[in-house]
């Protein structure tokens, strides 16, 4: 009788001790095996942009303050050439937001943006990200897309980022930016295959939402075990 009382006892410290830090402390830290990404906050997913995201400067400000959370920042640009296959101006007879199939699958087909060197691929002005260590460019082969950071839609080509953060110790990424449907979605899915925790802050990015895709990516990351949280959950100074 007194043995088992004390077993409970013992297996309800165990649990308290094992809550995850959502749990204990109210709010996570992201210490130095966690990295912010930063996806494609550029002047071509915003108002005056080639292809603006609804509301996509808010998340400026939002990932400003959230940076400072963090000991690790990397960042990403969206970074075409001219005449990009993911553009619809390079497949005759084609609009933009339509679908063709390229060699590796299928590709939305996108107006014009982000092309290299151009003031419409550069960084939002207001993004203030003095700590960032890494800045990854992303889709510059002329025949391939790249939505993820780590992985080229081929899904053969590795754009590097998952080894650099392996070999950095860094185990979790905490997902932000443009579009949480696309780059930031591939971006946290591609995180869960190379063998990372994954959070999307959901308050720190905004979606393009075509023909449903917002939902069915965040079920689809929900399936992967990407961790949907907001910008209030982290412990920010
Ligand atoms: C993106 C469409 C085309 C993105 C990039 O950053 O989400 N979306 N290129
Ligand atoms: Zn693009």
Redesign the pocket.
């Known amino acids: 009788m007194q043995r088992r009382t004390l077993l409970h006892a013992g297996a309800a410290l165990g649990l308290f001790a094992m809550a995850p830090p959502l749990f204990a402390a109210g709010k996570l830290k992201p210490g130095a095996r966690a990295a912010l990404i930063v996806?494609?906050v550029q002047n071509c997913?915003v108002d005056g942009g080639t292809?603006p995201?609804k509301g996509g400067a808010e998340v400026v400000p939002v990932i400003n303050k959230l940076s400072s959370a963090f000991e690790n920042v990397v960042v990403t640009q969206?970074w075409?050439t001219p005449g990009h296959a993911?553009f619809a101006s390079a497949h005759a007879g084609q609009k933009a937001f339509s679908s063709v199939k390229l060699n590796y699958g299928d590709q939305?087909l996108?107006p014009d943006?982000?092309v290299q060197g151009t003031e419409d691929a550069a960084l939002h002005k207001d993004l203030s990200l003095p700590t960032a260590q890494l800045i990854i460019r992303k889709?510059f082969r002329k025949g391939i897309?790249s939505?993820s950071a780590f992985e080229e839609a081929d899904r053969k080509t590795p754009t590097g980022l998952a080894g650099y953060l392996k070999a950095r110790g860094i185990q979790t990424v905490y997902v932000t930016?443009?579009?949480t449907?696309?780059?930031?979605a591939w971006t946290a899915l591609d995180a869960r295959k190379a063998g990372f925790e994954a959070y999307v802050i959901e308050d720190a990015t905004r979606a393009?939402d075509l023909n449903g895709s917002l939902a069915a990516a965040w079920k689809q990351m929900a399936a992967k075990g990407v961790k949907r949280i907001q910008s209030t959950d982290i412990q920010t100074a």
């Open positions: 996806v494609d997913f292809l995201v969206d075409h993911s939305v996108w943006h982000c889709g897309d939505y930016g443009l579009a449907d696309f780059c930031v393009i």
